[in-house]
């Protein structure tokens, strides 16, 4: 099992940047596909990025690419989220999430039903 704590979010202009972390518990940190995912009231949760449990692969929502960035660091059992060129619609809690995956797999997962763990989200907010 893994414990997750998401934070950097905060209040920023539009055109700024954020950058999210989410550290992770335990020793096991390199057998997890992690992803990055938000929601506003009333949508469903979305993956915004994903990456391989090797870093490898990454996924990107259209929203998404050219101005996000997901990184993980494991000697720091960190997954990270650079975000920017920040839009008013990228206004959102977002999440990060972790698989437990084998030494089989080398793909990312973007869909909510495909993680096991949940941070407790952060607070992005973008004014224009």
């Known amino acids: 099992q893994v414990q997750l704590v998401d934070s950097g979010g905060g209040l920023v202009q539009a055109g700024g940047s954020l950058r999210l972390s989410c550290v992770a518990s335990?020793?096991?940190?390199?057998?997890?596909?992690m992803g990055w995912f938000r929601q506003v009231p009333g949508k469903e949760r979305e993956c915004v990025a994903a990456?391989?449990?090797?870093?490898?692969?990454?996924y990107y929502a259209d929203s998404a690419k050219g101005r996000f960035t997901i990184s993980r660091d494991s000697a720091k059992n960190t997954v990270y989220l650079q975000m920017n060129s920040l839009k008013p619609e990228d206004t959102a809690v977002y999440y990060c999430?972790?698989?437990?995956?084998?030494?089989?797999?080398?793909?990312?997962?973007?869909?909510?039903?495909?993680?096991?763990?949940w941070g407790q989200g952060t607070q992005v907010t973008v004014s224009s």
């Open positions: 335990g020793r096991t940190f390199s057998s997890y596909a």
């Open positions: 999430a972790a698989r437990p995956t084998t030494a089989l797999t080398y793909g990312y997962y973007s869909q909510p039903n495909q993680y096991n763990y």
């Open positions: 990456i391989s449990r090797t870093g490898g692969s990454t």
